[in-house]
């Protein structure tokens, strides 16, 4: 009885292993980064715990605008544990090595919890213009079953897009260097790693950036550039300063997120830069994150009182 040998590809893609550069390049701050990234970790998963938690909560919270915002908290906690968890592993071990499946497993996740962060975004957009622009119907535009149908909506479009682009990606053969100059596995770096044509690929890249990115990001900045003008009529300066109050910390969340987001994966590969990359997926990927608690909070009386009223019990 005759085995069929399997082709030397096809066992070097079983074994084949890659290895993080990450931060190699700066051998004596590996602790001090591992330390860094650790408490912007913990940050991370705490403020946006806790505001996942007081949304829940507090009663005071149960608006609509405050049901999204839970949503994305949440989602920014999965986000970031596709990604920073590994790299305090690498850090930690030095052992920056991650296997064809691990890899492929981390950026599939990683896409679609990132990507499904400008589906949230919009939707949020979407609401403030309900109710800025249509305060009286907002309680029945935006009821709960409509919340429940935009959130469920934007976790689960997603998915089956980004299951399909990670297997394009992985399907190419990979020769030459096996070293990821990254901290995790995105797009950009990986794509340098292969051989062959990659057009195809590319061009399935941009399309699904467009379509979950761009297009979020104009439906965001229409719907702001309605609610300004609405709140340019408004009669008197306390008014008009509530309002800008309500959506500016939304706007500072989606300038910080869409724009790295945008430059990184819509830029023409010939100007792609390995350290601009990673500076870029930094922002994205961990700052953005920390910061957004904090700019909802802090700039959210709604949101203070309820912590307070927490930290009081």
């Known amino acids: 009885m005759h085995h069929q040998e399997k082709p030397p590809e096809d066992n070097l893609t079983e074994l084949m292993e890659f290895v993080f550069l990450g931060f190699a390049d700066m051998p004596h701050l590996q602790w001090f980064l591992f330390g860094l990234f650790l408490i912007i970790y913990i940050i991370i998963l705490m403020s946006n715990g806790t505001i996942f938690l007081i949304t829940k909560m507090d009663p005071a919270l149960q608006s609509p605008m405050y049901f999204f915002l839970a949503n994305f908290s949440f989602l ?8 920073i968890p590994r790299m305090l592993m690498n850090l930690g071990t030095q052992r920056r090595r991650i296997s064809l499946v691990a ?7 990683a896409l679609m919890f ?15 213009y ?11 535009v935006m009821n ?56 195809v690929n590319e061009t399935l ?19 702001y550039s309605k609610i300004i003008s609405i709140i340019l009529k408004l009669p008197s300066d306390t008014s008009r300063a509530k309002a800008f109050s309500t959506c500016s910390s939304h706007l500072m969340v989606v300038l910080l997120f869409f724009g790295s987001a945008i430059i990184t994966y819509l830029r023409p590969n010939t100007s792609h830069s390995e350290e601009t990359d990673k500076v870029l ?13 904090m700019i909802y909070s802090l700039r959210n009386k709604d949101v203070i009182m309820a912590l307070r009223k927490l930290l009081s019990k």
């Open 76 to 83: 920014e906690i999965c986000y970031v544990s596709a990604t």
């Open 103 to 109: 890899c492929a497993t981390q950026m599939c996740f």
């Open 114 to 128: 990132g990507g499904t962060e400008c589906l949230p975004l919009a939707v949020m957009a979407y609401d403030r």
């Open 130 to 140: 309900v109710a800025i622009c249509n305060p009286l119907h907002y309680p029945l």
């Open 144 to 199: 709960l079953r409509v919340c429940i149908q935009l959130v469920t909506g934007s976790w689960t479009i997603r998915i089956p897009v980004m299951i399909e682009l990670t297997y394009q990606i992985f399907s190419l053969p990979f020769c030459g260097s096996k070293q990821i100059n990254h901290f995790f596995c995105d797009i950009p770096p990986i794509l340098k790693l292969t051989c062959g044509d990659t057009f």
């Open 205 to 223: 890249v941009y399309i699904v950036a467009v379509l979950f990115v761009v297009v979020p990001f104009l439906l965001i900045l229409g719907s």
């Open 281 to 293: 997926s930094l922002f994205y990927t961990i700052l953005t994150p920390m910061f957004n608690p």
